[in-house]
């Protein structure tokens, strides 16, 4: 007998502006290289942070230099997608502005100070709030978009976790922050999930600097 057991499809659908297209086409086009395909930044990322054999859902908080992406990754496929133009580049902005001090100055006081815990002071992650908030607002409006749809749809499709990434996710109490204010566990991800094993060799890159690498290494997988 012919086995018509159904089979489960995901299907990703992106859409891009013809501008942002032209642009990179433009651009490779000058390079002199040919164009084979082109890749939105929370797919290539996936790829990179979460084994095949993942089947959970997971919310992905992207911290790049001039904007951050928030998307949730369903068994691996990117289910939706959200993207603001706050990134690390306004901490700097907005920790200059509470000191007073040169962006320069600000840049070079969150790497020394922002990445380690405090005594007791929090005037450098207070000044950095308004940033982190702005963030945080988005991811909520993402998960109880995607409770209210499993409601919908009578599903159990939870999300497990919130995973952290770019390199300034790592500021001291940043991922405390989002873990309270989603209710959801909330750690930086890892980039060389499916490139090799931390305990058996060492990256040249640090794991801070490799958080800013999650979409190169996505896709060349």
Do not use: C
Not at 8 to 31: Q, R
Not at 97 to 105: D, P, Q, S
Not at 111 to 123: I, N, Q
């Amino acid at each position: 007998d012919a086995d018509y057991t159904l089979k489960e499809t995901s299907l990703a659908v992106s859409a891009i502006s013809k501008k942002s297209v032209a642009e990179y086409l433009d651009m490779f086009s000058s390079a002199g290289l040919e164009v084979v395909g082109l890749e939105t930044e929370s797919r290539a990322m996936t790829r990179a942070l979460f084994s095949p054999l993942d089947l959970l859902v997971h919310a992905v908080l992207y911290i790049a230099e001039h904007h951050s992406v928030v998307f949730i990754v369903e068994k691996g496929t990117v289910v939706w997608s959200s993207s603001l133009e706050v990134g690390s580049a306004d901490l700097d902005k907005a920790i200059s502005k509470t000191f007073g001090i040169t962006l320069e100055a600000a840049r070079a006081l969150k790497l020394e100070k922002a990445f380690v815990e405090a005594d007791g002071d929090t005037s450098l992650f207070e000044a950095m709030l308004p940033v982190f908030s702005t963030v945080r607002d988005e991811l909520g409006k993402i998960l109880s978009y995607w409770k209210s749809q499993s409601k919908k749809e009578r599903s159990e499709k939870e999300i497990a976790d919130v995973v952290l990434v770019g390199r300034d996710s790592m500021i001291a109490g940043f991922s405390r922050y989002i873990s309270l204010t989603s209710r959801l566990p909330a750690a930086t991800g890892s980039v060389w999930t499916n490139v090799l094993s931390i305990e058996e060799k060492i990256p040249d890159l640090s794991r801070r600097d490799s958080l800013d690498f999650g979409t190169v290494i996505g896709t060349l997988l």
